[in-house]
């Protein structure tokens, strides 16, 4: 007889004992990685912006451990300008092959230069290249000119060592308060539990009206 999965145990509403969200998430994600044509780690990151209008756009999840979930950019771009002024995000990934999504929120916190130094280690040479390149969210005359910068740069490192981390490049951390997880069911009554942190760290749950 096989094991219950996180996954049976949230929906069934006899089921009381404490799930971890986090846990489940990984079993989510387990599940999208083998399942999801492309980019099962793509997730769609809203922000505000200093006048509180609000900002969304799709990330990459590159890293995520017991304290949250890690994504990486240029800190000069749009989106790090909001999250430094206001460090408050929230992000949804949805897997159309499972139809199932999460919804996540939560304060920010920058990584450590360790933990970005790390991740831009493992990238492709010509997306390390292409970090120093981009001066994202910024006016951009033509795509020639992104290609010559990217060229140019090219040449300004030596095959033989590896391309340095610029200094304009980190991460973010979204520590999740709030985690909802949403499964489609027929005639669009669909099963939503929601997760509400405490100040001691416990986990509530909440099933919702869909």
């Not at 996180?6 to 069934?12: A, G, H, N, S, V």
């Amino acid at each position: 007889m096989s094991a219950t999965t996180l996954t049976e145990r949230l929906f069934d509403d006899s089921d009381k004992a404490p799930i971890d969200p986090c846990s489940l998430f990984e079993e989510w994600f387990t599940l999208a990685q083998e399942s999801e044509p492309n980019d099962p780690h793509a997730m769609a990151l809203a922000t505000v912006d200093a006048n509180g209008m609000p900002d969304v756009r799709m990330v990459l999840l590159n890293a995520r451990d017991a304290r949250g979930y890690c994504f990486f950019t240029n800190f000069e771009s749009d989106k790090a300008l909001e999250l430094l002024a206001n460090p408050k995000a929230a992000f949804v990934m949805h897997w159309k092959s499972l139809r199932r999504q999460i919804r996540v929120r939560g304060p920010v916190e920058v990584v450590s230069d360790g933990e970005a130094d790390a991740y831009f280690s493992t990238r492709a040479r010509m997306s390390q290249i292409g970090a120093h390149a981009s001066k994202q969210s910024r006016p951009l005359a033509n795509r020639y000119t992104l290609l010559e910068r990217v060229e140019t740069l090219s040449k300004s490192f030596r095959e033989d060592e590896p391309v340095n981390r610029p200094a304009h490049w980190k991460g973010f951390r979204v520590v999740p308060q709030v985690m909802e997880f949403w499964k489609d069911g027929a005639n669009r009554l669909h099963d939503r539990v929601r997760f509400t942190r405490a100040a001691d760290g416990s986990w509530t749950r909440q099933r919702l009206y869909p």
